[in-house]
């Protein structure tokens, strides 16, 4: 039984994922934990044209985003340099901004979901998080910050198209609670009581890893 995770944090932009992976990572390592964190879309080709579609200098169709963020993720769990399987294997716990539940809540608002997750399907027999963190903030809130934080509002960053995302994650949740491990948060609370709801759960995880080593 490894005692290394698989974490993957979830939310509609604006939500403080970021911010709080890297708290997370913070506190991970100073318990002496390798931590690699990483994030969806990545920095491959790839994920560069996701992007770039993203900030409006390539259009595209919503279907053939879903399939991009697909083999994306593909690469991001397989890739011989610096794949997530790879680094799972070398003992490192693995935080990522974003894995397989952004697609269907943000491509599900556009088609069939199901097609989503059987689109996925690979990536979740490949790997599958510990665990799933959805910090669940109001979508007038993550607009709030966007606008004050971000020079260019990019492709899925209105107010209507984040409360369908919201919605769609809440429904993906219920598909798929018998197979998934998912904590949700409330993100409109201030940082530290965020990062210690997250940190409570992940230390829930740890010690029954470890009770089973």
């Known amino acids: 039984m490894r005692e290394n995770l698989f974490i993957a ?3 509609i932009d604006g939500s403080g994922k970021s911010t709080q992976a890297k708290l ?3 506190r991970l390592i100073s ?3 390798k931590v690699y964190t990483t994030f969806e879309p990545t920095d491959s080709p790839i994920g560069s044209i996701i ?3 993203m900030k409006g200098r390539i259009n595209c169709d919503h279907k053939t985003i879903a399939g991009l963020f697909v083999a994306d993720r593909l690469d991001h769990l397989l890739n011989e340099v610096n794949g997530i399987v790879k680094k799972i294997e070398e003992g490192y ?3 990522t901004d974003r894995y397989y ?3 269907y809540a ?3 608002t556009h088609m069939n979901m199901d097609w989503v997750i059987n689109a996925n399907a690979m990536s979740a027999e ?3 998080p510990d665990i799933n963190i959805f910090i669940d903030v109001l979508p007038e809130t993550s607009m709030e910050r966007l606008n004050n934080n971000r020079s260019i509002i990019e492709l899925y960053e209105t107010l209507e198209n984040l409360q369908n995302v919201r919605e769609k994650y809440f429904e993906a949740f219920d598909k798929l609670k018998l197979e998934e491990n998912i904590f949700i948060t409330n993100g409109n609370l201030s940082l530290d009581e965020v990062s210690n709801n997250i940190w409570n759960e992940i230390e829930k995880i740890l010690k029954r890893e470890k009770s089973y080593a």
Do not use: A, D, K, P
Request: glycine share 12%; aromatic share 8%.
């Open 126 to 128: 490949i790997l599958r």
């Open 106 to 108: 943000y491509h599900g």
């Open 9 to 11: 944090l979830e939310g």
């Open 31 to 33: 318990m002496g934990h």
């Open 51 to 53: 992007r770039n579609i």
């Open 24 to 26: 997370l990572s913070q």
């Open 101 to 103: 539940f952004s697609s």
């Open 93 to 95: 716990t693995v935080i």
